[in-house]
């Protein structure tokens, strides 16, 4: 399935408190909670370029599927991984946070867990 294209965030669940969790300030999280949110994936095979603009934040990731990367989380930290894809769905584990995207159609659905808190955010292709 092809991940290729624009996605604009619709909804999203334990915003605060997973982002607390993983060590953002208040004042960011306060920014970045209503801000715009736009993802967009290149994808040649199983090569990945993935940006991510919120706001005035821009996290650009790339990688090659079952290959060392060094990907950027959402606190800024880097950290060395590989991403796994089966089927329509990518997943990674970034440190203590596991991160699933899945793509059904039209709704890219991005789930990162941290212990019991559980972030999820739901894009719609535009």
Known sequence: ?????????????NFESFMKAIGLPDELVQKGKDAKSVTEYVQ?????????????????????????????????????TVVHLDGNKLTVNLKA???????????????FTLNDIVFKRVLKRV
């Not at 946070?97 to 789930?111: A, F, H, I, P, W």
């Open 1 to 13: 399935m092809a991940f290729s294209g624009k996605y604009e965030l619709v909804s999203q669940e």
């Open 44 to 80: 040649d095979g199983n090569h990945f370029v993935v940006t991510s603009t919120t706001g005035a934040k821009v996290l650009r990731n790339e990688y090659t599927v079952g290959e060392e990367a060094e990907i950027e989380t959402l606190s800024g930290e880097k950290v060395k």
């Open 97 to 111: 946070v596991v991160s699933v995207t899945e793509l059904d159609g039209d709704t890219l659905t991005n789930t």
